[in-house]
């Protein structure tokens, strides 16, 4: 307990400091996109976590997980209705107590339209808090909750929205100036996909896109200090080519952006403010917090956030090309049974720096499929480095087909 008590107060203390920290050259330094509810990024599924974190234009015709990448590929599955747990162990190396869990579930309407929901919840463990000269123990937790409406506008076309509630538990005595964290979002997304030939080959080729986490900001002191939480802007493409008729290949990317406006660093305060000084001197840290207060950066409504996301990065076009990380994925399939994955994850070193390969498999029957995943990281330590992850999936026409019998 004391190693998770640690580690939890390093994390929050790295949150802090990292602005001051990032005080190398202007051209290149450490300065990624800051955002609350980091829980929200993190890939819960095994299929798309296996293939460098890739999902938005996959073939969803056995997916349950599309709720998290793009909603509006249910339309084309196949089972009529899917209920998917997946399980995430976070900083397994160090601790056996922070985890991620993920409920995923959809129901088709009709042949044209379908409802889904999921239910995310990140643990931080048990923490040792210190409250004067005693010790208690708590536990912090962010929770998700959404729900998403997906309809074809024609018979390759799609597309969903969605509601999302945001819960954030990280504080232990509740009074008027310390309180969880609430926030409210939506999620707009399309998804096309359609037959093209290649050769002698019928390739179904998918595209996608998905505007996610578009809401309100989220305060943890009553609303004086406001965060904004990580709207994502996600891009995919996908190629499924058949080779005969049990095996096939697929290919996939996806191309991620934050819209979320770039921090003003320390560097710059200290460039504005004592340019005469050494920028790596932190002894003006308090004073760099009311200057980021100044700048109207945190009274920036989430909107007006999402627009200036696109062109605020100090290093000018070169910075905000940095800020797109993506992934590549491939996929082997055996007569819709049994999956063999791979894939790679980029991002920038100035930007977060996650660099890692993926590898998983999959095994599929009529009513449930297992799939896992595997993370091997190349850059920093990644808190899912060598972790094994798990996805358990149920479709509903085949256990209703057993039942029934």
């Not at 974190?53 to 969803?60: I, Q, R």
């Amino acid at each position: 307990m004391m190693k998770t008590n640690r580690i939890f107060r390093l994390a929050v203390m790295a949150g802090m400091l990292l602005p001051a920290l990032a005080v190398s050259a202007q051209k290149d330094q450490f300065n990624p996109v800051y955002t609350g509810v980091t829980s929200l990024s993190i890939a819960p599924d095994s299929r798309a976590g296996s293939m460098g974190d890739v999902g938005c234009a996959t073939d969803p015709y056995f997916d349950n997980n599309s709720q998290y990448w793009n909603p509006s590929k249910y339309p084309f599955t196949a089972s009529q209705a899917g209920l998917s747990l997946c399980y995430t162990p976070w900083l397994r190396k160090l601790v056996s107590d922070i985890d991620l869990a993920n409920l995923t579930g959809f129901y088709k309407l009709d042949d044209y339209s379908a409802l889904s929901a999921s239910l995310t919840y990140f643990s931080l463990g048990e923490v040792i808090a210190i409250t004067g000269s005693s010790q208690v123990i708590i536990h912090p937790y962010e929770m998700a909750v959404d729900f998403d409406y997906s309809r074809k506008l024609s018979e390759t076309l799609s597309a969903a929205v969605g509601m999302r509630f945001i819960y954030s538990d990280l504080q232990y005595n509740y009074s008027d100036d310390v309180n969880p964290g609430k926030a409210f979002s939506a999620d707009i997304s399309m998804f096309y996909q359609n037959y093209i030939g290649l050769g002698r080959r019928d390739c179904l080729f998918g595209l996608g896109l998905n505007a996610s986490n578009i809401g309100s900001k989220i305060s943890y002191d009553g609303g004086q200090t406001n965060e904004f939480i990580p709207t994502n802007l996600r891009l995919g493409v996908s190629l499924t080519i058949p080779v005969d008729e049990y095996n096939s290949f697929s290919l996939s990317a996806d191309a991620n952006k934050l819209m979320v406006p770039t921090r003003p660093t320390y560097a710059q305060f200290m460039e504005e403010q004592y340019p005469e000084l050494d920028p790596s001197d932190l002894t003006f840290t308090s004073e760099y917090a009311q200057w980021l207060t100044s700048t109207g950066y945190n009274e920036m409504s989430p909107i007006a956030g999402m627009f200036k996301s696109f062109s605020d990065a100090p290093g000018g076009f070169e910075e905000e090309l940095r800020e797109i990380y993506w992934g590549v994925g491939a996929e082997y399939n055996y007569n819709d049974q049994f999956f063999v994955r791979g894939g790679y994850h980029y991002e920038n070193e100035y930007k977060g720096n996650r660099k890692y390969f993926t590898v998983g498999a999959g095994f599929r029957m009529n009513v449930f499929s297992l799939d896992a995943a595997y993370l091997i990281s190349t850059a920093q330590s990644n808190p899912l480095d060598q972790t094994l992850r798990f996805t358990l999936s149920f479709d509903m026409d085949g256990l209703k087909a057993i039942v029934g019998r």
